[in-house]
T-cell receptor, first 112, second 113 residues
Framework: QQQVKQSPQSLIVQKGGISIINCAYE??????FPWYQQFPGKGPALLIA?????SEKKEGRFTISFNKSAKQFSLHIMDSQPGDSATYFC???????????FGSGTQLTVLP | ETGVTQSPTHLIKTRGQQVTLRCSSQ?????VSWYQQALGQGPQFIFQ???????GRGNFPPRFSGLQFPNYSSELNVNALELDDSALYLC????????????FGPGTRLTVL
């Protein structure tokens, strides 16, 4: 049972553009929503995370938008750079269990 | 800040064999979670250890087992390997208190022939 649905599967953006990746969840017990970045041959690295008590969180070029009523959240990468080319995963956790449910991933390619 | 290490980096086994994967968590982290990442997919939660006790398990059969040691390092054991067990196995550690952040290691790539 896929509890976190992620789209698109792949995304190609020009350098300087905005990359947007979307996720939707089903389990209303989820209360922690991180985004991870993964390069080939590496483990996932935490980018940014949000809790449902805020609708937006920004860290540098990365912003999470969160819509609790729609059970959706998204990652925006501003001024995308070729070095941002990687696979991005959304995830969710409930009650600080630290047992993440991941989306299926989005392969981002930023063209120079 | 990460400091999770895993060994070995790569491993090739044949169907029916047993395998042990190892993880050294970041200093001070008492919670270790293991994930399986099949090619082209997101990681799937296998189980978690907190202070040497299993503290949650995902939808994996009992032939997937683990241990956590007093220094909080951990092992993942898989018996009776199947072809579908071929994947990247990730270990993630967390301080266990005041933060939900998990820090992932680089993973062990297991190939079952």
């Amino acid at each position: 049972q896929q509890q976190v649905k992620q789209s698109p599967q792949s995304l190609i953006v020009q350098k300087g553009g905005i990359s947007i990746i979307n996720c939707a969840y089903e389990n209303t017990a989820f209360d922690y929503f991180p985004w991870y970045q993964q390069f080939p041959g590496k483990g996932p690295a935490l980018l940014i995370a949000i809790r449902p008590d805020v609708s937006e969180k920004k860290e540098g070029r990365f912003t999470i938008s969160f819509n609790k009523s729609a059970k959706q959240f998204s990652l925006h990468i501003m001024d995308s750079q070729p070095g941002d080319s990687a696979t991005y995963f959304c995830a969710a956790d409930a009650g600080s269990a630290r047992q993440l449910t991941f989306g299926s991933g989005t392969q981002l390619t930023v063209l120079p | 800040e990460t400091g999770v290490t895993q060994s070995p980096t790569h491993l090739i086994k044949t169907r029916g064999q047993q395998v042990t994967l190892r993880c050294s968590s970041q200093s001070g982290h008492n919670t270790v979670s293991w994930y399986q990442q099949a090619l082209g997919q997101g990681p799937q939660f296998i189980f978690q250890y907190y202070r040497e006790e299993e503290n949650g398990r995902g939808n994996f059969p009992p032939r997937f087992s683990g241990l956590q040691f007093p220094n909080y390092s951990s092992e993942l054991n898989v018996n009776a390997l199947e072809l579908d067990d071929s994947a990247l196995y990730l270990c993630a550690s967390s301080p266990g208190t005041f933060t939900d952040t998990q820090y992932f290691g680089p993973g062990t790539r297991l190939t079952v022939l």
